[in-house]
């Protein structure tokens, strides 16, 4: 897997991609194409961490991919390293062209840039593209600005993965992601409530930084990690409202016609489509009665999607 650095570890010169590229989706896989093969530096991707919008305005940024997700994302890009750049107020009070000549020239000897057409940077976001591109003129690096990818609704972005996965689309998340979207999780001990009505979960720890679906019951593909061999399941994300209705949100998965000891290992998740929203159940009776239904559904869905 490629390296993940701080600015001042990276390999130099570099030739490097600009950007969040969070859910590095097809728009960002051509801002990233035009340095993967440059002769000159070494094929970077540089961002920033946290997200500017948590230090400037205490927004909750979660991301659609996590660093250490991103960089297997990006290996077969022909990227080799991924630079998280960490942001606080000393650089976000930074000008354009001292953020270029302190962070890109001085620190990463960056011999080409490349950014999309609506990249921003600097005190107040006061640098564009025309700023970026006069100022690799002076510096005499070379300067890539490639246009915003769209298709018939509009541009492709973090923001419309978000809304379809808010949305519970799994479809068209995996359609604008152009692979499926997943996540990983510790499987963690639970309060064993599952196995005694017949249905035994692994409850997953989740990084609290990642992006998930809405809540709801889910077909899934599960994996462990590091593992080929894939497992069909039925998840759940959300508290338990038939059972203890105070409870908090939390991501279970069972394995279908499976039984291992999961505890302590990585699980990797592909939802592939949400089954049904959340409800409470008169009983208990009636909650294992409708899993055994999910459980069906779920079999159906993941069968013509292998």
Not at 85 to 98: G, H, I, M, Y
Not at 140 to 158: A, H, Q, T
Request: proline share 7%; with cysteine.
């Amino acid at each position: 897997m490629i390296p993940l650095c701080a600015p001042e570890n990276a390999k130099l010169p570099t030739a490097l991609a600009l950007g969040s590229f969070d859910g590095l989706h097809l728009g960002h896989k051509k801002v990233i194409k035009a340095i993967s093969k440059e002769p000159i530096g070494i094929p970077t991707v540089v961002s920033f961490w946290p997200h500017p919008r948590e230090v400037l305005f205490g927004e909750s940024r979660l991301r659609l991919d996590l660093p250490n997700e991103k960089t297997s994302l990006l290996e077969p890009l022909g990227i080799e390293q991924l630079v998280l750049v960490p942001f606080n107020k000393t650089l976000a009070s930074k000008s354009a062209e001292t953020f270029v000549h302190e962070i890109l020239v001085k620190t990463l000897q960056a011999k080409h840039i490349s950014v999309g057409e609506n990249f921003r940077f600097g005190r107040n976001r006061e640098g564009d593209v025309s700023t970026l591109k006069r100022i690799g003129a002076c510096l005499g690096i070379k300067v890539s600005i490639i246009p915003i990818l769209e298709d018939n609704d509009g541009r492709l972005s973090s923001s419309r993965i978000r809304k379809a996965l808010k949305e519970g689309e799994l479809k068209h998340a995996k359609y604008l992601l152009n692979r499926p979207y997943s996540f990983t999780g510790t499987v963690e001990k639970g309060r064993g409530i599952g196995k005694k009505i017949g249905w035994p979960t692994a409850n997953l720890k989740i990084n609290g930084r990642k992006f998930l679906p809405s809540l709801g019951v889910y077909a899934a593909w599960a994996s462990i990690a590091n593992e080929q061999e894939r497992f069909p399941a039925v998840m759940n994300i959300g508290p338990q409202p038939t059972i203890d209705p105070n409870s908090l949100s939390a991501v279970e998965v069972h394995l279908l016609n499976k039984e291992i000891n999961l505890l302590g290992q990585e699980l990797t998740i592909e939802p592939v489509q949400r089954i049904r929203l959340q409800k409470k159940f008169e009983n208990i009776e009636a909650l294992s009665k409708q899993i055994s239904l999910d459980a069906i559904f779920a079999k159906e869905i993941l069968t013509s999607n292998p």
